[in-house]
């Protein structure tokens, strides 16, 4: 496994060591004394979700604000555009984002921290995607931030995205809730 920082260094890209030949392939999605030998976190996933989503559907941007979820993001058919917003107060890379691609191909995963708001918008024909999650999904904690802030200056390579009522009214960074 390669761990590597992003420019939000917290956020890491992770590629697994893939065994392939004639027959297929096969890999560690997840191993907790790996990732907490190479990555240097020791994250407790208490559940796992599950999406697929048509060509051009982009969700997100959510965080949780009292209920911070840490999330190991991956796809595993298709791929996505995904994206992370650092949404801490504190940091000094409040409001800035990392991007990256994640498809079935390149089998790459994204550690995503508490603390940060993440989306994803799929270029590909349809994308099922997997996250594992270290805080259970509680409604009356989730946020949206804006998709499309010009304040976020985030190039989405879809330009008419699918969208979900609660994601089109997502709220500027200006004026979102955010972590201490």
């Known amino acids: 496994m ?49 999406s697929r989503s048509a060509q051009n559907v982009l969700r997100g941007l959510h965080y949780q604000i009292r209920r ?22 504190s940091s000094p890379r409040f409001g800035k984002s990392e991007c990256v691609e994640l498809s079935a191909h390149n089998k790459r995963m994204l550690w995503v921290p508490p603390g940060f708001a993440h989306g994803f918008a799929v270029t590909s024909d349809y994308a099922e995607f997997l996250y594992k999650v270290t805080d259970y999904w509680a409604p009356e904690h989730e946020r949206t931030l804006l998709w499309n802030d010009p304040a976020l200056a ?25 972590y201490p």
Not at 17 to 42: H, M, P, Q, T
């Open 154 to 178: 985030i190039r989405w390579p879809v330009a008419a995205p699918l969208l979900s009522k609660k994601d089109a009214e997502g709220l500027p960074l200006s004026r979102a809730e955010a």
């Open 68 to 89: 911070p979820q840490g999330k190991l993001v991956r796809v595993v058919s298709g791929s996505v555009f995904d994206v992370v917003v650092d949404m801490r107060k």
């Open 2 to 50: 390669k761990v590597t920082p992003t420019e939000l260094p917290e956020v890491l890209l992770i590629e697994p060591k893939v065994f392939g030949d004639e027959r297929g392939f096969f890999f560690e999605s997840f191993n907790k004394r790996a990732f907490r030998e190479l990555a240097g976190i020791d994250a407790e996933f208490v559940q796992d979700n599950h």
